[in-house]
């Protein structure tokens, strides 16, 4: 009995969290970076997997009533974490924010910026993105 009074004590504090919880900061969070990035309404349905324009300012109109797909909780991780990393490698705001329109030779991006990358559609391109980013914030891939 112990081990499991204890096991409930050492729980991590988002454990508590519920998925509505998550979806309405991701939202919001997603919102900010949007406008940090300059993203066209279409370039955030593109991100978030193409919900239909009327799902989409459903969401934005009242984050906490949202229930997301996983795919797109998932989306937005990528999204938060990409952002997160740029923040980190480029502390200068601005210069984060505009790195994901330039373009870049790296080899995931082939001259393109990795707004064009994210936007190709699939989860597994913001996923390339984000390991981009931890790769170089980790010392390797630049």
Not at 29 to 56: H, K, V
Not at 69 to 93: A, C, F, H, M
Not at 96 to 115: E, H, K, M, Q, T
Request: no cysteine.
């Amino acid at each position: 009995m112990a081990a499991i009074v204890h096991a409930q004590e050492s729980s991590p504090q988002w454990a508590s969290v519920s998925p509505e919880q998550m979806a309405a900061a991701g939202l919001r969070a997603f919102e900010r970076i949007a406008q940090a990035w300059g993203l066209s309404i279409d370039e955030q349905l593109a991100l978030l997997g193409q919900p239909s324009r009327s799902t989409f300012f459903a969401w934005r109109r009242a984050p906490e009533s949202a229930r997301l797909p996983r795919d797109t909780l998932e989306r937005l991780s990528y999204l938060l974490g990409i952002y997160k990393s740029l923040q980190i490698l480029l502390p200068e705001p601005a210069a984060a924010d505009a790195w994901v329109r330039r373009p870049n030779d790296a080899p995931p991006f082939g001259g393109g910026s990795a707004l064009q990358r994210m936007l190709a559609g699939n989860v597994a391109d913001l996923h390339l993105v984000r390991s981009y980013l931890d790769g170089v914030r980790g010392g390797g891939w630049a």
